[in-house]
């Protein structure tokens, strides 16, 4: 059983553990998600940081177009062309036997599972292939407390049921890990928070003149915006009621990419009227830039990214008050809070930040505070290494830990 992970905020205690693997060879550290697009735009700073710390380091998803910039900073991608990110029997036993075969073959010393469907395939699976240390990240429990009893007592059995698995589980949030504690005993579970790169995320005039020239926005227009995936489940049918409400007051935009393969994706849903939306962008800094509120009505978060990205870039928010949001800041300090899937609420919120500049200003100020205090996702991937390291040391593997 592994020695206790240690409670305390990642941003505290000495700095990341070196580690070599048997014979002072790089070590092999494996991440398995169930798509690329999770490697690149959730997980890529935490890559880079095995990378910087001289691990042979590997991505297993489902092959995709974010491979080549996964590789182009050097992680080899391992594709389980089988997968899919719905529960489909027959895939996921085909899934499953690419899985134990890639895990064969590169021997990682470390597997560490992300995403829902693979954290439990891949607990089970790295434990049947010998990996020597097993690492779970949950990035947000996949049940709400709205959800049917018949979701949430599969998703929770499912959860407690791979835990047994895994040395070590790490939690976003402290709710996700207060639920699961009965199964997952505190001596192996940390709640470790998330975080970005907060160096690209500071506002620059010249990026916000720019942006907004090239969306038709006035200089005294102000301009109102979301990130997330084009799915239901993000709000966006509750954000564009408020966008129509409030239709004259702001421009209402939403930034990200389709998710066809999901069952609540929105393509060209009528009911998202009153939305612009943009699209994929690689430039978003500079979009954050040119935003003056931000807003995030999702169903469910682990630890909204794109709200730490606009928290980092100084923006007043509205966001759904569920786990995952609720760790970004306090209602009326740092943010405001709306109930999901209540389009009146957020529509009163967003009028709130609209109409009262000072409050605004009060609010980004804050939130750009907490941000670099609390969100650096470097002190994040640094507990992932500590963690291996803590798991090594207990099971006694002849690992150099410096």
């Given at each position: 059983m592994p020695e206790p992970l240690a409670p305390e905020s990642p941003r505290s205690g000495p700095a990341a553990p070196r580690l070599r693997g048997p014979g002072g060879r790089p070590l092999r550290v494996a991440h398995l998600t169930t798509v690329d697009m999770s490697l690149q735009l959730l997980l890529a700073t935490e890559l880079k940081v095995d990378l910087e710390a001289g691990f042979e380091t590997y991505g297993i998803s489902a092959p995709g177009p974010y491979v080549p910039q996964l590789e182009a900073i050097g992680v080899r991608h391992e594709p389980l062309h089988a997968l899919t990110r719905s529960w489909e029997p027959r895939a996921d036993a085909a899934a499953g036997r690419e899985l134990l075969a890639v895990l064969r073959r590169i021997r990682p010393d470390v597997l560490h599972t992300h995403n829902p469907k693979t954290g439990v395939l891949g607990r089970v699976l790295g434990r049947a292939a010998g990996v020597p240390v097993v690492v779970n990240t949950c990035h947000g429990l996949w049940a709400q407390a709205h959800d049917p009893l018949a979701k949430r007592a599969f998703v929770l059995g499912a959860e407690a049921f791979?835990?047994?698995?895994?040395?070590?589980?790490?939690?976003?949030?402290?709710?996700?890990?207060?639920?699961?504690?009965?199964?997952?005993?505190?001596?192996?579970?940390?709640?470790?928070g998330n975080g970005v790169d907060l160096s690209r995320f500071t506002a620059d005039p010249a990026d916000r003149a720019r942006i907004r020239s090239a969306l038709g926005v006035g200089e005294d227009e102000l301009l109102v915006g979301g990130v997330g995936r084009r799915v239901a489940e993000k709000g966006i049918r509750e954000y564009a009621g408020a966008a129509r409400a409030l239709a004259g007051k702001a421009r209402f935009v939403w930034i990200g990419p389709e998710d066809p393969d999901k069952p609540d994706a929105l393509g060209d849903d009528p009911a998202a009227g009153g939305v612009e939306f943009l699209g994929s962008r690689s430039d978003m800094p500079e979009l954050y830039a040119a935003l003056d509120v931000f807003v995030l009505p999702s169903y469910r978060e682990g630890f909204s990214r794109s709200a730490m990205e606009a928290a980092a870039s100084g923006l007043p928010m509205v966001l759904s008050d569920i786990r995952g949001c609720r760790e970004i800041g306090t209602d009326g300090e740092h943010l405001l809070l709306a109930p999901p899937g209540d389009a009146g609420a957020l529509t009163t919120a967003l009028d709130r930040l609209l109409?009262?500049?000072?409050?605004?200003?009060?609010?980004?100020?804050?939130?750009?505070?907490?941000?670099?205090?609390?969100?650096?996702?470097?002190?994040?991937?640094?507990v992932s290494l500590e963690t291996y390291a803590a798991v090594a040391r207990a099971r006694g593997l002849p690992w150099l830990v410096g």
């Open positions: 791979a835990a047994r698995f895994s040395h070590a589980e790490l939690y976003q949030n402290g709710e996700d890990r207060t639920t699961l504690a009965r199964a997952v005993p505190g001596r192996r579970s940390r709640v470790v109409t009262e500049p000072a409050l605004r200003e009060q609010l980004g100020t804050a939130a750009r505070r907490r941000a670099l205090a609390q969100f650096d996702q470097r002190a994040v991937a640094r």
